[in-house]
């Protein structure tokens, strides 16, 4: 299968990308002059400029369009006011992910969706099936690029723009750059202040130039996929494919802080609501090295006799911390504090339950 590529794509081959497969897309994992682990560093201690348009986008208009998504996602719009953003998941019956994504509420007639790239086609399907009269589901994919900027001098680079950065965590509002109009969301996957700026695809180029120019002078790097792992393990943040799958719901992945309990319906409530009741899934937890072994997806989660406790779903090196780091599956038996056995490589490795995150987020900072 042809990989797509960002409308960025020249820009990643003309600053040195090492590009990989992620999610069907032709994606930057690392630039030359750095590497993840330089790329990382700018993230927590200045800003980075992350090209993540291989993200999905949808549209869903018509009237009652903000209740239809409340009534199949898993998270309660009500809960949030016109002008802000909800991390949401769409379930299976069988409580099993689909996918998670942001939902930005711009009217009660109108909500913008953003799924992960290899699910959108998923998503949107499942929508336009349960879609009433009266109710459009637009897949937007290819129409929109995304610039993520992260870090704590995020705001300098907005600043420099003329771009707004005085409204709250996990809000948006319009704007203009490069003489288009864009979308300023305070949302990010690193654990640091930032923005993502969703822009026409056809201008993502210029937007990403003057990105770049702005941001000369705090120091800011292009940052690929490679990086934005390591900062969202730091984090606990699940990724699909690793933390949440058909097979790993919403409860086992300790996020049933982005379900709606209280609401009368939506994809997966059933289920969802006996895993939660029962006690017994395995469920997500945080494993921080003893020693100096690194953890990778897959590997065993032992207690001390051997006996298997769970599975690691993501795991790597710690810029920030300098050690291994994982996120693993874990029976629900097993405590914070205990120390573990993984299997790394025909070596046992301790590690120590912990709740992540690993590193203090700044994300929420005012």
Same mark, same amino acid.
Request: aromatic share 6%; with cysteine.
């Given at each position: 299968?042809?990989?797509?590529?960002?409308?960025?794509?020249?820009?990643?081959?003309?600053?040195?990308?090492?590009?990989?497969?992620?999610?069907?897309?032709?994606?930057?994992?690392?630039?030359?002059?750095?590497?993840?682990?330089?790329?990382?560093?700018?993230?927590?201690?200045?800003?980075?400029?992350?090209?993540?348009?291989?993200?999905?986008?949808?549209?869903?208009?018509?009237?009652?369009?903000?209740?239809?998504?409340?009534?199949?996602?898993?998270?309660?719009?009500?809960?949030?006011?016109?002008?802000?953003?909800?991390?949401?998941?769409?379930?299976?019956?069988?409580?099993?992910?689909?996918?998670?994504?942001?939902?930005?509420?711009?009217?009660?007639?109108?909500?913008?969706?953003? @799924?992960?790239?290899?699910?959108?086609?998923?998503?949107?399907?499942?929508?336009?099936?349960?879609?009433?009269?009266?109710?459009?589901?637009?897949?937007?994919?290819?129409?929109?690029?995304?610039?993520?900027?992260?870090?704590?001098?995020?705001?300098?680079?907005?600043?420099?723009?003329?771009?707004?950065?005085?409204?709250?965590?996990?809000?948006?509002?319009?704007?203009?750059?490069?003489?288009?109009?864009?979308?300023?969301?305070?949302?990010?996957?690193?654990?640091?202040?930032?923005?993502?700026?969703?822009?026409?695809?056809?201008?993502?180029?210029?937007?990403?130039?003057?990105?770049?120019?702005?941001?000369?002078?705090?120091?800011?790097?292009?940052?690929?996929?490679?990086?934005?792992?390591?900062?969202?393990?730091?984090?606990?943040?699940?990724?699909?494919?690793?933390?949440?799958?058909?097979?790993?719901? !919403?409860?086992?992945?300790?996020?049933?802080?982005?379900?709606? #309990?209280?609401?009368?319906?939506? #994809?997966?409530?059933?289920?969802?609501?006996?895993?939660?009741?029962?006690?017994?899934?395995?469920?997500?937890?945080?494993?921080?090295?003893?020693?100096?072994?690194?953890?990778?997806?897959?590997?065993?989660?032992?207690?001390?006799?051997?006996?298997?406790?769970?599975?690691?779903?993501?795991?790597?090196?710690?810029?920030?911390?300098?050690?291994?780091?994982?996120?693993?599956?874990?029976?629900?038996?097993?405590?914070?504090?205990?120390?573990?056995?993984?299997?790394?490589?025909?070596?046992?490795?301790?590690?120590?339950?912990?709740? !992540?995150?690993?590193?203090? @987020?700044?994300?929420?900072?005012?």
């Amino acid at each position: 299968m042809d990989l797509l590529h960002s409308p960025l794509h020249d820009r990643h081959v003309a600053l040195g990308a090492k590009l990989a497969e992620f999610g069907g897309w032709d994606m930057p994992l690392e630039y030359a002059g750095g590497g993840v682990l330089a790329e990382h560093k700018a993230v927590r201690e200045a800003v980075g400029l992350f090209d993540v348009s291989h993200l999905g986008k949808a549209l869903v208009r018509g009237t009652g369009a903000a209740q239809f998504v409340n009534e199949c996602l898993t998270n309660d719009l009500a809960r949030i006011e016109t002008g802000k953003a909800q991390y949401t998941l769409c379930c299976d019956d069988d409580g099993g992910t689909v996918d998670d994504l942001i939902a930005y509420l711009r009217s009660d007639f109108e909500v913008f969706l953003i @799924p992960n790239a290899a699910n959108t086609a998923a998503v949107v399907a499942r929508l336009q099936a349960a879609a009433p009269a009266g109710i459009e589901v637009t897949d937007q994919h290819r129409d929109h690029a995304v610039l993520a900027i992260q870090g704590p001098l995020s705001d300098e680079v907005l600043k420099a723009l003329d771009l707004p950065v005085d409204h709250e965590y996990m809000s948006f509002a319009d704007a203009t750059i490069a003489g288009q109009d864009i979308t300023v969301c305070r949302t990010g996957y690193t654990g640091e202040r930032g923005y993502e700026l969703v822009v026409p695809s056809a201008s993502a180029g210029d937007v990403w130039d003057a990105v770049m120019a702005a941001g000369e002078q705090h120091g800011i790097r292009a940052c690929g996929l490679g990086a934005r792992d390591t900062l969202r393990t730091e984090m606990g943040y699940p990724l699909h494919g690793h933390e949440l799958s058909p097979e790993i719901s !919403p409860v086992m992945a300790r996020a049933g802080w982005a379900v709606g #309990w209280g609401k009368p319906a939506f #994809w997966g409530k059933a289920a969802l609501e006996r895993q939660r009741a029962e006690k017994t899934v395995r469920t997500l937890r945080g494993l921080l090295a003893q020693g100096r072994g690194i953890p990778r997806p897959g590997m065993t989660v032992a207690d001390a006799d051997g006996a298997e406790l769970g599975e690691i779903t993501s795991g790597t090196f710690s810029p920030t911390l300098r050690q291994g780091i994982a996120l693993a599956l874990l029976e629900p038996s097993v405590e914070d504090g205990a120390t573990v056995v993984v299997d790394v490589r025909g070596r046992s490795e301790a590690f120590t339950v912990t709740k !992540p995150p690993f590193v203090q @987020p700044s994300t929420k900072e005012s």
